[in-house]
């Protein structure tokens, strides 16, 4: 059974970024076929590297290799990204094929974006990470001394009139 993918929402699909180099070929509605290199795939689609893009909106037999077999859908491609690089989403995916892109998942040999995304932010964040802002803190020292001396001219000016 055909298995139409699905977005999931307002969730975006994982998307796996591939350890090795996974060639791919895509026949066109003509029969003509060009070769390719899968970048990163999710459930509903991916990214391909390809010698020149395909028109937007072409429907596609693309035909890939994991580690864990072949995986053989009907893709439309997307608005290409770069002279090189071209998105498309799956429109039909036999069951036994998603089955099989499914266990690829669960390899350590796909990585999830989504993780080495939240890695990279986490690093970042981890280098301007300053446990002492001296910056700040010297801004506030010379502020703190002018308002004590307003305090303490103003309470040496009520005694002064006060006390006459």
Same mark, same amino acid.
């Given at each position: 059974?055909?298995?139409?993918?699905?977005p999931l929402g307002h969730r975006?699909?994982?998307?796996?970024?591939? @350890? &090795? =180099?996974?060639?791919a070929v895509l026949q066109l509605? &003509?029969? !003509?076929?060009?070769?390719?290199?899968?970048? =990163?795939?999710?459930?509903?689609?991916? *990214?391909?590297?390809?010698? %020149?893009?395909?028109?937007?909106?072409?429907?596609?037999?693309?035909?890939?290799? +994991?580690?864990?077999?072949?995986?053989?859908? %009907?893709?439309?491609?997307? /608005?290409?990204?770069?002279? +090189?690089?071209?998105?498309?989403?799956? =429109?039909?995916?036999?069951?036994? &094929? !998603?089955? +099989?892109?499914?266990? @690829?998942?669960?390899?350590? *040999?796909?990585?999830? +974006? &989504?993780?080495?995304? #939240?890695?990279?932010?986490?690093?970042?964040?981890? *280098?301007? #990470?300053?446990?002492?802002? #001296?910056?700040?803190? /010297?801004? %506030?020292?010379?502020a703190a001394l002018i308002f004590?001396?307003?305090?303490?001219?103003? =309470?040496?000016?009520?005694?002064?009139?006060?006390?006459?």
């Amino acid at each position: 059974m055909t298995h139409f993918p699905q977005p999931l929402g307002h969730r975006r699909a994982p998307r796996f970024r591939l @350890a &090795d =180099v996974a060639p791919a070929v895509l026949q066109l509605h &003509d029969g !003509r076929r060009t070769s390719s290199e899968v970048q =990163v795939i999710s459930h509903n689609g991916g *990214l391909l590297s390809l010698p %020149t893009p395909l028109h937007q909106g072409s429907i596609v037999k693309l035909l890939f290799e +994991t580690h864990r077999g072949s995986v053989l859908g %009907t893709a439309e491609m997307l /608005v290409p990204v770069s002279s +090189t690089h071209q998105p498309f989403r799956f =429109v039909a995916l036999p069951e036994s &094929d !998603r089955s +099989t892109l499914q266990a @690829a998942f669960q390899s350590p *040999l796909y990585r999830n +974006t &989504d993780e080495e995304e #939240w890695i990279e932010e986490f690093r970042a964040a981890a *280098l301007n #990470w300053n446990p002492y802002p #001296w910056s700040r803190r /010297v801004r %506030t020292i010379p502020a703190a001394l002018i308002f004590a001396a307003l305090c303490l001219g103003s =309470v040496i000016y009520f005694f002064s009139v006060h006390l006459k």
